[in-house]
């Protein structure tokens, strides 16, 4: 159930785009405050236009309101292209457009590998990297001063 911010963010983003249903996720990227500060001002800077989850159950055409680390709504996005594979696929293009770090393969390879590491850690899996991965491409719909066009 959405807090209050949200479903008022929501309502402001539906009525400008003339949705006619309350179809969205919330999603906040990263797995601490700082982090989902830190990727949802990369989204909002219009760097960040991918991400990659294990376990995601997202669809092409899905929105989601972007948190920040304190749960302030700050934009909607839409999901617009969806590959699973071996986190070892990812190539330099995703990396580049995930938007984090120097941007480099390698970077972004260190950086998910720690991540995903730890996700296993909490949820009592033993991570490798072939672990199945969801790579999400995705645009800003709303707000409008953001937006992909």
């Known amino acids: 159930m959405p807090d209050e911010r949200t479903a008022a ?5 539906r009525a400008a785009l003339g ?17 989902r ?4 001002g990369l989204v909002v800077a219009g760097r960040k ?17 972007v948190l920040d ?12 292209e969806l590959r699973a594979g071996p986190l070892n696929s990812v190539d330099a293009a995703f990396a580049w457009d995930e938007g984090e770090g120097d941007r480099s393969l390698g970077w972004w390879l260190d950086a998910h ?30 707000p409008p001063e953001i937006a992909d066009g």
């Open 9 to 13: 963010f929501w309502a402001r983003c």
């Open 19 to 35: 949705l006619d249903h309350d179809r969205y996720e919330t999603v906040g990227f990263g797995d601490s405050p700082g982090m």
């Open 49 to 65: 236009r991918a991400t990659a989850g294990i376990g995601d159950q997202v669809e092409v055409g899905d929105l989601s309101v």
């Open 113 to 142: 590998r720690a991540y995903f590491s730890r996700q296993a850690a909490r949820e009592g899996w033993a991570f490798r990297d072939d672990v199945e991965v969801c790579f999400e491409r995705f645009s800003v719909v709303w």
């Open 37 to 40: 500060t830190e990727l949802a």
């Open 69 to 80: 680390g304190g749960g302030e709504p700050l934009c909607v996005v839409r999901t617009d």
